[in-house]
C-alpha cells in the first residue's frame, strides 16, 4: 500500500555509456518533487523491462525528464547527424512507459526532452535541431555555460487549457535549454504554449485526465510561482487518482 499522503511519482533516468558508464539525473528533479510533496522513484531506463514495470507499478504519477536527443529514426526515415547521445534502450522505456500511463490514466509530466519522446510515442514529429529547421527560429539552446534558470523567452499560453488553468495567466517566462522541438503534434497532443518565434513549448492530451508536456525546465526555476503550480498541480492530481498500471 503507498501512502495517500505523498504519492509515489516515478521520475525516468537516462544512461551514459561512458567510462564508466553512468545513470544521469539532474538533482533538480527530486527537489521539485519532493517540494510539491510527492516521493520520486527513479526509473533507470536501461533495466530489463520486467524490473522497470515492476518499478512501475508503485507509481501514481509518470515525471518524463529531460536528457539526450530521441533517435530521428522513430518520427523520420532519415536519421540526422545532429542529434547526439541516441539512446535506444531509453527511447523504447519510455515509449512502453507513456503507452501503460496513457491506458491506465496515470497522470503524466514530460520535460524537454520528454515532451518530445510523449510526441513521438503518440505518432508526432521532431525538429532534429530547430534553429536550423524551423523558419525563423531564435536560439533555443541556452546551455551549457549559461544558467539554467535564466529566463530567456516568453510563452503564449492557450486560454482555457489545462496548463493555462493551472498557471492561471496567459503568458509566462522561461529558461530555454534545448536543441530539438516538436515540429508536426500527435493527433492525441493539443499545443497550448508557443514561443515567440512560433516553436511549440507546450502540449496537453485533451482527451487524457492529466498530461502535460513542456519544452523548458520547471524543475530548474524552483523560485518560480508558475513552475510551482505546475507540480503542485501533478502530485496533486497523481494523489487523486492513485491509480496503478
Ligand atoms: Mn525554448
Not at 510551482?228 to 501533478?234: G, R, S
Request: charged share 20%.
Amino acid at each position: 500500500m503507498k501512502s495517500s499522503t505523498s504519492p509515489q511519482i516515478g521520475i525516468t533516468i537516462g544512461h551514459n555509456a561512458g567510462s564508466p558508464p553512468v545513470y544521469e539525473l539532474g538533482a533538480a528533479y527530486l527537489q521539485a518533487v519532493t517540494k510539491a510533496g510527492g516521493t520520486p522513484l527513479l526509473l533507470p531506463t536501461s533495466l530489463p523491462h520486467d524490473s522497470l514495470l515492476s518499478l512501475f507499478q508503485q507509481c501514481s504519477g509518470l515525471l518524463l525528464s529531460g536528457g539526450r536527443d530521441v533517435d530521428p529514426l522513430r518520427y523520420q526515415t532519415r536519421p540526422d547527424p545532429r542529434a547526439k547521445g541516441i539512446d535506444h534502450d531509453r527511447d523504447e522505456a519510455e515509449i512502453l512507459l507513456i503507452e501503460i500511463a496513457l491506458a491506465n490514466g496515470i497522470p503524466i509530466l514530460a520535460i524537454c526532452r520528454g515532451i518530445q519522446i510523449l510526441n513521438v510515442a503518440m505518432g508526432g514529429s521532431l525538429y532534429p535541431d530547430v534553429m536550423q529547421d524551423h523558419p525563423g527560429a531564435q536560439k533555443h539552446d541556452f546551455y551549457p555555460n549559461l544558467p539554467r534558470d535564466a529566463y530567456r523567452h516568453t510563452i503564449t499560453l492557450a486560454s482555457g487549457s489545462l496548463l493555462q488553468t493551472i498557471m492561471n495567466t496567459d503568458m509566462i517566462q522561461v529558461n530555454s535549454l534545448h536543441h530539438q522541438s516538436i515540429k508536426s503534434p500527435a493527433s492525441g497532443l493539443q499545443v497550448v504554449g508557443m514561443a515567440e518565434d512560433d516553436t511549440i513549448e507546450a502540449v496537453v492530451a485533451p482527451h487524457k485526465d492529466w498530461v502535460i508536456g513542456v519544452q523548458w525546465h520547471p524543475e530548474c526555476l524552483p523560485q518560480d510561482t508558475h513552475a510551482q503550480k505546475l507540480f503542485a498541480a501533478f502530485i496533486e492530481t497523481a494523489r487523486k487518482r492513485n491509480k496503478q498500471p
